[in-house]
């Protein structure tokens, strides 16, 4: 009776508690976000839900937000669609986020996509994979956008993330668009074309999980915002020196010997190198790996390494994460290691400091103290099939899908942090996974897709998130795309040739090597001027190598929108959205004031839209337009890369170009003048190698120019200047 009574009691409750909460799925059952917490000036952080046991990126990033430099920033607002922000917390351990966008807003960003900048329209689901078109499946999908209208969004969790950015309609929506019939009957008017997509009023997350952090930024620009996002990351990558050198990555199976004749086929063609990469050749065992020495093809690595060094060229070897039953150290590494293997290789949990331990242990010694500069990470990315399952387990307890989110990332902080800045030696890197939260490291990430416009977008979709990207140079149809591939690399965060499978040289196709040669010189001396804005990137989180998005501010600058005619054959639903969008990213800005405009595949002529403002062309100094389309082509540049500079500028180079950075010290400046007005310039040196910058070790001038004269500002003079003397060289007459 009793028992009857109780179990009527609870069943009323349930009734009832599902009456309650039962949603009528109106935007008004969502929660309004009200707990944004100021973190800086424009910074914003906000946990919905439970937020103690998540794993968020920014955990995982270098160095501790830049709040000082952050507060140097004006003190910008939480925008009206940070403030009108709602969420849900589903009983079922998922999460929405619920973020009104205006009609004409455009979202763009989640890290390193190929296809273009904008995802308005877009499902994506983010995560760290090979890359794939249009779905959020990338080597880095960092969970962050920028919108037009002047606000970002970061997602601060390793959960998986389904983003629907302005596509899928509430019911109760206020801008909900017109029905329109498909089908009318041919004397009615419809008010406009059937729309597959409708565009939507938010952007709306889809997280799994009991909490979420969201950071929002502010700022006075879209540059100004990423800027901000960078610096809440700890600022951007510094890169030493010589890793903004020329790159060579020989074939995989070469030895010493063959390594050594190779850097003499350098000097001989008056080539620069700087860094030689080995492949997966160089290991004992691979792939899984045992990170030990092939003695059979290096047989004294120590005195190999040596000798490179004295050279002034670095050695970055290849590894995967994945270690081979030949290892000194799988025994170790065993217990410490995911339920799953990969490529037959144990998968170490690096979230445990012990595993770290093991595994540096073995680095330091064996790569680390002989003078090994770097490593290219492989192979942390998926496929699914190729990597552990979802279901895998750890033993610190990470879920499967955080470790594969954040695997690109663990492996960063631990060899950045525990190797080399704690024995104060900076490193350039690669790696194939990174995510949010990780402008801060000097990786660059490559891929083993090659479309040349894709590469060419890469470079600026990676500028919107805090990646750096290396758009190498592996192979190519004929000498034309070999030329215009090695001008895309040389105009980029790290200039790679990666001759592993190809086995190519820079003077593969001998009748352009005279132009290969001259677009690697040109690289070096523009040195002075790159490493700069790395120091720009560290400090004030501005990218050295950006979309011009981020330049020109504005969304319509970057992208042209047309409404498509349905077919309804072939393509009923118009490609799955309403617009068709084009966007121009084959422009790109490196450094703050040269403008690239590179020809792609094998173009020796293309259209250039300049933006406002007077743009000089580089080599000659003339005023190449303000605001219109011109046409540029190989024979006027002489088969360099199309480039232009901002009017006004300075841009501070070497005057005659070096084949090592090591023979930029005591080198003379020259600083270019473009255009008839006068800018001004920074000059940032330092060791080029150590982390003493950190500590205020460095050199900065301002220079500008004043009765024709240059004029030297010294902001900042710690030690005596790296460069023997600058002298102004005017470029326009
Ligand atoms: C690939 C990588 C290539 C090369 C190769 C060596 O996964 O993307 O660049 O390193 O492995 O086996």
New binding site residues.
Partial sequence: MRFAFILSLLKTILVVNFVIAAPSGNISDLKPITNWQKLANGVYVSGLGKTDKLYRYSDLAGEAPKIAALNKLTDTPLTKALKNARYRLNPDHKIMVYIPTEPDEKIYGYGLQFDKTMRSGKVIELKVDHYSKDGGSTHAPVPFYISSKGYGVFFNTAAYLKIYNQVCNRKDSQALPQEVDRNPPADEKQPGPWLAVPPSDAVEAYVQGDGIELVGFTGTSLQDIVARYNLYSGGGAMPPLWGLGFWH?TP?SFSADETEQEIADFKDHNIPLDVIGL??GWQSKS?PCTFEWQKKRFPDPATFTQKLLDDGIRLNL?VNPYISKHARIYKDMYPLSGSHTVWLGIAPDYMLPEARKVLLDQHKTDHFDIGISGY?I??CDGYDFWLWPDHATFPSGTPAEVMRQTYGMQLQRMIYKELYQKNNRRTYSKV?ASNGAASNYPFVI???SYGHDQYVTGISAASLGGILWCPEIRSAKNSREWINRMHTTCLSPMAML?A??SKTKPWTYEESTDAIRRTIQLRMKLLPYLYTAFARYNQDGIPPVRSMLLETGEAKAQAKSETRKLDSEVDPYGDGFHQKITEDNTLYMFGPDILVAPFINSQIERKVNLPSGNWYDFYTGKLAGNGNTIVVTAVQTNDMPPLFVRGGSLIPMLKAPVNRTKDMRGAAIEIRHYGHKYGSCQLYEDDTTSFDYMKGNYNLYEFSVKDGELVQKKLKQDSDSFYSGFELREMTQ
């Fill in positions: 990555r995989a492949e997966p792939y290849w290219k492989d192979e194939r490559y891929s083993d990666n592993w499978a």
